[in-house]
């Protein structure tokens, strides 16, 4: 298996669809940081044992003195049906750079990445201090992922 976000949510769709015998959707995403050598973006959540907490510490010390602490977000989306796919695409949100410091003033549960994400784009702030609209903007994989599905479900009359 090709080791990729689009590769997973294929393999993922095509299997839970020959398990229910009928269509299944998946999807997979990770984190990619260019300037961090020996950094798997497919153990995003998994590259360190532990809470949040303990994800945001260790990040923050392998990018401890890095140049480049940018962070692209990849997303996949893929539909099977019968073990098949059928549909599959993958996209890039709004690159980000990494603290240097953590804030706990922005940590939100289950969002540890963020939690230490702030845009260039929009001014250097983090995730957490956009508007809702900026925050759509950084997100704008899922823009494209849910426009590129929507072209498909319509082309095959789903």
């Not at 003195?65 to 692209?72: F, H, I």
């Not at 804030?103 to 508007?131: A, D, H, Q």
């Not at 759509?136 to 426009?147: G, I, P």
Request: net charge negative; charged share 30%.
């Amino acid at each position: 298996m090709d080791d990729s976000f689009l590769a997973i949510a294929e393999a993922k769709a095509a299997h839970y669809s020959r398990l229910g015998g009928g269509l299944a959707i998946a999807t997979d995403a990770g984190a990619v940081f260019p300037g961090l050598k020996g950094w798997d973006p497919l153990t995003t959540k998994r590259f360190t044992d532990g809470d949040d907490r303990s994800r945001i510490d260790a990040l923050l010390e392998l990018m401890a003195g890095a140049e480049d602490r940018t962070v692209e977000w990849h997303e996949a989306i893929a539909l099977a049906e019968d073990g098949e796919v059928i549909f599959s695409t993958q996209a890039k949100a709004m690159d980000g750079c990494i603290a240097e410091k953590f804030n706990p003033r922005f940590y939100r549960e289950g969002i540890w990445l963020c939690s230490v994400t702030e845009f260039p784009l929009l001014g250097g702030r983090n995730y957490f201090e956009l508007s809702p609209e900026e925050q759509a903007l950084t997100e704008d994989s899922w823009t494209e992922l849910r426009e590129a599905f929507r072209q498909f479900a319509r082309s095959q009359r789903l």
